[in-house]
C-alpha cells in the first residue's frame, strides 16, 4: 500500500499570486486576463463582511472533525480519512491516514506557512503539496487571509464575497438564513480551476461536500464521521 517513510518539508508562498506574465498596458485583453463570466450575473451588495464569514469551518471550535475521504481520479477511488484541527485562530492542523491508520500526511497551515512534518513517499511531490495547500486554504477562507473581500450579490439570501489579486478571484457563496458558505469558486482568468460544493451542513460546519478539479479530472468527496474532543486527539 503506502510506504511508512517520512519526509520533512516546507513550502512558502503567496498563494494566490497567480498574476498575470507582465502588467503592461492592454495585457488585460488578452483571454487569458479577462473577467470571469460570473460577474456579469452579478452586482455590487450592501452588507456587512466580518471575520469568519468566507470559509467553510467555523472557529473556535474545541473539537477535531474527522471526514472520510474519497478521490476519484479518471474513475479510480482511492479512500482516506482527513482530521482538521484548529491550533489557534489562524493556524488548523491537517492531518490524512489510510484506511490502516499509516499517517499520509500531517502539516500544519497558517497565513505565512504549509508545514509539512510528516508525508508519505508517494505525497511527497511538489505539484501534490502544492496542489492540498491551495485546496486547505480554500476551504479555510478568511481565517488565513487579511485582506477584506469586495461584496456582491444574486438575491436577498446570498453573499458573494471576492477576495481577488491580480487575474485569480475565490469568490464564497455565503448564505444568509443558514449563516454558511455553500459553495466556493476559485478561477484564473476566465476559467474556474477550483470548484467547492456543500450538499450538507449542520451548525454552521460542513457535513458533506466536494472539492472539483476539472481541468486534472480530479474530485474529492469529504464526509463527515465523527467530531473528536481535541484533548483525546491528542
Known sequence: FFSSRRRHTRLQGDWSSDVCSSDLTGLALLPCCRTPEI?????????????????????????????????????????SLTYVNEVNDSTYKIVLLSNFGNTLLEAQISPQSFNVSSVNSYLNRRPILKLLESDWRLMLGDHLMSSSPALYGTNDNEKIFDFSKGRTHHLYHYKLNTRSVEMIESYSGNKRKVFIEVSSAKDQQPEIFSIEHSSYHLKITMSLLKKVNNETAE
Do not use: C, H, N
Not at 466580518?50 to 476519484?72: C, H, I, N
Open 39 to 79: 460577474f456579469r450575473q452579478l452586482k455590487s451588495a450592501d452588507g456587512i463582511y466580518e471575520k469568519g464569514m468566507a470559509g467553510l469551518f467555523r472557529s473556535g471550535q474545541p473539537e477535531s472533525l474527522v471526514y472520510k475521504s474519497t478521490l476519484t481520479y479518471k474513475d479510480k477511488d482511492f479512500s
